[in-house]
């Protein structure tokens, strides 16, 4: 059961996971500051220094923060705005990087081929 865990974990897909995983935490930290202290605040200008964070309903002892669910909304999307375009981004430059192969194709002449023929049921003869 060791050998099998040792095999899985050490593929290729679940340390590209893995690696995946950590920079997209980072990549996240970095949107969020991005959103919290760059987006929000010049949304607040334009709706005229609103705070979605602080606004919130009381109905007797309860509060409904529905401000913060309204910066989450904003958050998501900025999020998945930016994924987009970095994917994007690096969809491109890959294929950039594509180059197309030429096939080369060499023309064989016949009295070639059959010698590689020759050649070839030599060495079968010769491994049985």
Same mark, same amino acid.
């Given at each position: 059961?060791?050998?099998?865990?040792?095999?899985? +974990?050490?593929?290729? /897909? &679940?340390?590209?996971? +893995?690696?995946? &995983?950590?920079?997209?935490? +980072?990549?996240?930290? @970095? =949107?969020?500051?991005? &959103?919290? /202290?760059?987006?929000?605040?010049?949304?607040?200008?334009?709706?005229?220094? =609103?705070?979605?964070?602080?606004? +919130?309903?009381? !109905?007797?002892?309860?509060?409904?923060? !529905?401000?913060?669910?309204? *910066?989450?909304?904003?958050?998501?999307?900025? @999020?998945?705005?930016?994924?987009?375009?970095?994917?994007?981004?690096?969809?491109?430059?890959?294929?950039?990087?594509? &180059?197309?192969?030429? $096939? $080369? $194709? =060499?023309?064989?002449?016949?009295?070639?081929?059959?010698?590689?023929?020759?050649?070839?049921?030599?060495? *079968? *003869? /010769?491994?049985?």
């Amino acid at each position: 059961m060791l050998k099998e865990f040792k095999e899985f +974990a050490l593929k290729g /897909n &679940v340390m590209d996971l +893995a690696i995946a &995983v950590v920079i997209g935490a +980072a990549f996240g930290k @970095i =949107v969020t500051s991005l &959103v919290e /202290n760059i987006i929000m605040p010049l949304v607040g200008l334009l709706t005229g220094g =609103v705070d979605f964070t602080g606004l +919130a309903y009381k !109905y007797k002892e309860t509060e409904i923060l !529905y401000g913060e669910f309204i *910066q989450s909304i904003f958050d998501f999307i900025i @999020i998945a705005l930016a994924i987009f375009f970095a994917v994007r981004l690096l969809m491109k430059l890959k294929r950039k990087e594509e &180059v197309v192969e030429e $096939v $080369v $194709v =060499v023309e064989i002449d016949t009295q070639e081929a059959l010698l590689t023929e020759i050649r070839d049921l030599l060495k *079968q *003869q /010769n491994t049985r």
